[in-house]
């Protein structure tokens, strides 16, 4: 609730800023819940990438058609697996449900899901416009935004230039995005084997209940419970053997604590909340604080990337794969192309309300 309303209260003044400067003769353009900034100097640089290595970039292109295809295919595979999961008991499907902090995602989350989604759609754009380059189709314009509540950035095609280029320069294009996505997501994967010890060192305390026994020994958001009781184990392992009113001794990042567990036979016990994030030591020894920081952004990066490679390829509208699909499938339907498209927008429509739907239904409003 504060956190809806802090933004309400952020829109209003960027909208009355708006309103009070000139701000449209600098590229700067306010909307509802969304702020562009046209940029001539971007648009040059997409121009001067394509133009270094032209090669490399359509050897990089013709793989990320490849890609493109494939992960269409997943994505479709995807999801309707997954409804078949949701829709059989005993089966564990992947709950899909909208991202709305505080309901679905806990708000502690957001900044790490934010930079990673922002980077995540700047590169994709980017990506479109180098390779746009490169097909010799021009950008119109070429830009930031701040959309609601992350950065991100858009390319503008001409779309007389694009329409009349080849099926394999549209493709090209269009697939460009989801194949940096992937690159990404693979090299923040690198960076979790390079960086950090592949081994559990402990619980990540992310949330602290009021007045529980970690919140009364002195245990904040960050600290790390390395063992307790002398044991590395499995926190659930761990609790479902304390009893209401016993002594713990936690081994912790800020020190021995002795704690006399609550009275209550879940999570109160402690007062931690479940799912527990496991700690992983990073390699460079820098302390908890660091390697949790760290590690946050890595792993959320590894699930935005991935998520942005796969569903971007999806072929419903607004997504890149509905005119990836479209483009191949006008070479074979022809006239009857845009029927084709519009049904297959409507099934994926469907199916991905049916994942949300059934994932509601089968889990709930799941917190994570």
Do not use: C
């Not at 390079?194 to 020994?217: K, Q, R, Y």
Request: charge should be positive.
């Amino acid at each position: 609730m504060r956190f809806g309303f802090s933004l309400l209260i952020f829109w209003l003044a960027v909208f009355l800023v708006s309103k009070i400067f000139p701000l449209k003769r600098y590229g700067v353009q306010v909307e509802p819940a969304y702020i562009t900034f046209r940029s001539s100097m971007l648009k040059v640089l997409l121009y001067k990438i394509g133009d270094r290595r032209p090669r490399f970039w359509k050897t990089l292109s013709n793989l990320s058609v490849v890609s493109g295809a494939g992960l269409m295919i997943y994505a479709v595979y995807f999801l309707l697996d997954n409804i078949l999961k949701l829709t059989q008991p005993g089966i564990q499907g992947t709950s899909l449900l909208p991202v709305l902090p505080g309901l679905t995602i806990r708000l502690y989350w957001l900044p790490y899901l934010l930079l990673a989604a922002s980077l995540g759609i700047i590169l994709h754009e980017a990506a479109h416009g180098i390779i746009a380059r490169v097909e010799n189709i021009s950008l119109k314009s070429a830009g930031l935004a701040f959309v609601l509540t992350f950065f991100t950035g858009f390319v503008e095609l001409d779309d007389h230039e694009f329409e009349k280029s080849p099926a394999t320069s549209k493709l090209r294009v269009l697939s460009a995005g989801s194949f940096v996505n992937l690159v990404a997501f693979l090299f923040v994967m690198f960076m979790m084997f390079a960086l950090f010890l592949n081994v559990p060192s402990g619980i990540v305390v992310t949330e602290v209940s009021e007045a529980s026994p970690i919140d009364d020994a002195g245990l904040q958001q960050w600290d790390i419970i390395y063992d307790i009781n002398g044991t590395l184990a499995n926190m659930a392992d761990v609790l479902s053997d304390v009893t209401p009113g016993g002594t713990l001794k936690l081994n912790t990042s800020r020190g021995i604590l002795w704690i006399v567990t609550g009275n209550s036979t879940s999570d109160e016990l402690l007062g931690l909340f479940s799912p527990y994030l496991v700690y992983y030591q990073s390699r460079f020894g820098l302390g908890p604080l660091f390697d949790v920081q760290l590690y946050l952004s890595v792993f959320w990066g590894v699930i935005v990337y991935s998520s942005l490679a796969i569903f971007s390829m999806l072929p419903l509208f607004p997504f890149d794969g509905d005119k990836f699909l479209f483009y191949i499938i006008k070479r074979f339907a022809g006239n009857r192309s845009k029927e084709v498209r519009m049904v297959f927008n409507v099934v994926f429509f469907g199916t991905i309300a049916g994942n949300m739907i059934l994932s509601f239904v089968k889990y709930g409003p799941v917190l994570i």
